[in-house]
């Protein structure tokens, strides 16, 4: 069996990513929460969170991407998928990383 297609930490190509998507966060969630929670998996690289912080306007959800140093990161970050923060379940997905 060929795992070159089938291992953890892999985005929507054969290449492994190390960004993943976060999405159906509350809209209270911070830049700093989300760093915390991540940074149990591995070393973040970049974290950006739409829309940011300090937005003008209230928003009902935000999303999050996290690029971690070491793309096997993603496979265990998937693992959050689902689980409740604040008031919303999780959904973690890998993201290409020129996305």
Do not use: W
Request: proline letters at 6%.
């Amino acid at each position: 069996m060929n795992s070159a297609g089938f291992g953890l930490g892999l985005g929507f190509g054969l290449t492994p990513t190390a960004v993943i998507q976060v999405t159906n966060l509350s809209s209270a969630v911070t830049s700093e929460q989300m760093r915390t929670l991540f940074s149990f998996l591995g070393e973040i690289e970049e974290l950006r969170l739409y829309p940011p912080d300090n937005a003008p306007l209230a928003f009902s959800s935000k999303v999050c991407y996290v690029k971690f140093r070491d793309p096997s990161s993603v496979g265990v970050a998937q693992h959050l998928t689902n689980t409740v923060f604040i008031d919303r379940a999780l959904i973690v997905v890998p993201c290409a990383e020129d996305d």
